[in-house]
C-alpha cells in the first residue's frame, strides 16, 4: 500500500517547481500523468549531461509519471485536457497567472465541472499582487527575495546557492499544500485553489535571518559560511582538506577548548556566545591558525568523540561512496527503456506502513500517449 495509490494528479508542469512537485506525489503513490507540449519540456534540452538523448536535468525530477504530448493550441487538445481534469484529483500548473484561462483550463472552469479538483498554480509571484504576471526563475528570485544578499563572501559578490533551492522549496511547499487540501476535501468533499509562489516561498525561507532584520532593524551580512548569531559555526581549514564545525551551545564550545588546549581560548570574552559572537573575528583567527596544524579526520575523531557537531566538506564523488548513502538507500537504480540502469537520487521520504515505492523511469517524449486517450475513451 501507499499513501496516495488512490490520487491521479494531472502534471502540466515543466522545469524544476512543478515537476518536483508532482515526482514527490508519485513517489508517495499518486498515479501523475505529465503533459508536455508538442516541443517538450525545456529541461528535455538543458544539458549536457544527457544519457541516450535524456538530459540529466529532466531525469531527475521526472520519474512514477505516465507521459504524453497534448497540443493546447488545438481544439482537440484542450478538449483531452479537460476530460483528464474531470477524471483527476491534483492539477498542478505553472504557467503565467491568466494563460490557461484562455483554452478553458483555469480554476474557475474546471472546478465547476470538477468540484473536487485541487488546483495547484505555481508561479514566480502568485495569482494576486502587483508583480502576479511577472515571470519567476529561481537565479532571479534569489535575487528579488533577498537570498543572494545573504549568501557569499563577506567581501565578495552576491552569490546564489549551488542548487535551485526556490525552486525545491517551492515544489515542497506545494506538496504540503496539495497534502492538506486533500485532507480538507475528506471533510468537506470539495477541493480548492492552491497558490504558491517563488517569491513567498523564499522570503518565508528566510527564517531567523529575516527575523533579525525585523526585530532590529538591521541589514543583515553575508557570512560566507559562518553563521550571524552562532560562533564558531562554520568552515575552518585543516592540514589536508576543510571541515565544518557547529558549536551550537557554551557546554559544546567548552568541550572544544578541551580539545584544542589554547589558554586563549578560555579568554572570558570568549565564555559566552552572545560574547563570540561580538568578538568573532580574533576567535575564529585563534581557531584556525590551530585547525590548520592538523589533517581533516585527526580533527573528526577527536570532535565527535567530544559529541561536538562537525564534518568533512566532500565533494559528490566522496557523498555517493558514503556507506550511510547505500543504507538510507539515497541512491537508487530504475529500469529505463533506452538508457538500461539509471542512476538517480533516492527519495528522503520514509514511512513505515506505506512507503515510497519507484515503479516508472522518467518517461519517453510522449511514451503514454496512446495508453492515456485509449483509457479517456474506454
Known sequence: MQALQNIRVLDLSRVLAGPYCT????????????????????????????????????????????????????????????????QSDVLVENFRPGTLQKYGLDYETLQAVNPRLIYCSITGFGQTGSLSNQP?????????????????????????TGVAVVDLFAGQNAVIAILAALQARTITGKGQRVDIALFDSTVGWLANVASNYLISGELPK?????????????????????????????????????????PKLRDERFATNALRVQNRGELISLLQALFIKQPVETWLQKLEAAEIPCGAINNFEQVFAMQNIAEREMQIEMNHP?????????????????????????????????????????
Open 136 to 160: 519567476g526563475y529561481d537565479f532571479m528570485i534569489q535575487a528579488v527575495a533577498g537570498l543572494m544578499s545573504i549568501t557569499g563572501a563577506p567581501e565578495g559578490e552576491p552569490m546564489k
Open 338 to 378: 533506452t538508457i538500461g540502469k539509471l542512476p538517480l537520487v533516492g527519495s528522503a521520504l520514509k514511512l513505515s506502513a506505506t512507503p515510497v515505492a519507484y515503479r516508472r523511469p522518467p518517461p519517453l517524449m510522449g511514451e503514454h500517449t496512446e495508453e492515456i486517450l485509449r483509457e479517456l475513451k474506454s
Open 23 to 86: 515526482m514527490v506525489l508519485g513517489d508517495l503513490g499518486a498515479e501523475v500523468i505529465k503533459v508536455e507540449p508538442p516541443e517538450g519540456d525545456e529541461t528535455r534540452a538543458w544539458g549536457p549531461p544527457f544519457a541516450e538523448g535524456e538530459s540529466a536535468y529532466y531525469l531527475c525530477v521526472n520519474r512514477n509519471k505516465r507521459g504524453m504530448v497534448v497540443d493546447l493550441k488545438t481544439e482537440a487538445g484542450k478538449q483531452i485536457l479537460r476530460e483528464l481534469a474531470t
Open 222 to 262: 553575508r557570512y560566507g559560511n559562518a553563521h550571524a548569531n552562532i560562533v564558531p559555526y562554520q568552515s575552518f581549514q585543516a592540514s589536508d582538506g576543510w571541515l565544518a564545525l557547529a558549536v551550537g551551545n557554551d557546554r559544546q564550545f567548552e568541550r572544544l577548548c578541551g580539545i584544542l588546549e589554547a
